[in-house]
């Protein structure tokens, strides 16, 4: 299957400080990736999608000036969690398609601690 | 809104048995079906998908059975190993609407 790297797979940081989260295709060119944030025993809940080349489309409630998606190639997607705080305490977890057909690759994640 | 569901949140079987883990779908209209493993801190991992065109799917030790009268997913693993240990979730799509996932399933295999 489809690569997708995630980067760092652990971050902990103070309050108020902001935390860039990278998502990489390693074998292939994405045009759409998804970003998901999931707390523990939960499911993944989708937070917005990444369109190389475009803004990113938001779910709703996602706040999109808190959780800036940057996708500047076909291989790179960006979340940067702006001036977090504790309750952005989360396992974060990108996706991508290869798009030649609809499986989704996961990266490894990254577990968000904010004190 | 629409949901994709599991019955059971968490399941034990013993190593080397057969487990079944069951997704209820709500939403008739979904075309494609996946399940996916997700170990502790890890992403989820694609195992295997399933057109709403067909009824069952096999892969290796897995097999996926569709049954759109009832909206029933299952996922089937033969011959359990302790590796196969994780959540399994099940998720729905339709036509370019965004993949939805459901609830999880802890799949514990005892030695």
């Not at chain 1, 993944?44 to 959780?67: C, H, I, P, R, W």
């Not at chain 1, 969690?81 to 991508?96: L, N, Q, R």
């Not at chain 2, 019955?7 to 209209?29: F, K, M, R, W």
């Amino acid at each position: 299957g489809a690569v997708v790297s995630q980067h760092p797979s652990r971050v902990i940081c103070k309050s108020g400080t902001s935390v860039k989260i990278e998502c990489r295709s390693l074998d292939f060119q994405a045009t759409t990736m998804f970003w998901y944030r999931q707390f523990p025993k939960q499911s993944l809940m989708l937070m917005a999608t990444s369109n190389e080349g475009s803004k990113a489309t938001y779910e709703q409630g996602v706040e999109k000036d808190k959780f800036l998606i940057n996708h500047a190639s076909l291989t790179l997607s960006t979340l940067t969690v702006t001036s977090a705080h504790p309750e952005d305490s989360s396992f974060y977890i990108c996706s991508a398609s290869t798009g030649r057909d609809e499986k989704l690759f996961f990266g490894s994640g990254t577990q968000l601690s904010v004190l | 809104g629409e949901s994709v569901g599991l019955h059971l949140p968490t399941l034990s079987v013993q190593e080397g048995d057969n487990s079944i883990i069951n997704c209820a779908y709500s939403n008739s209209a979904s075309d494609y079906f996946i399940w996916y493993k997700q170990e502790s801190g890890k992403g989820p991992q694609f195992i295997i998908d399933i057109r709403s065109n067909m009824d069952k799917r096999q892969g290796q030790r897995v097999t996926v059975l569709l049954n759109k009268t009832v909206k029933h997913l299952s996922l089937q693993i033969a011959a359990t190993q302790p590796g196969d240990s994780a959540v399994y979730f099940c998720a729905e799509k339709f036509g370019n609407e965004k993949l939805t996932f459901g609830t999880g399933t802890r799949l514990t295999i005892i030695p």
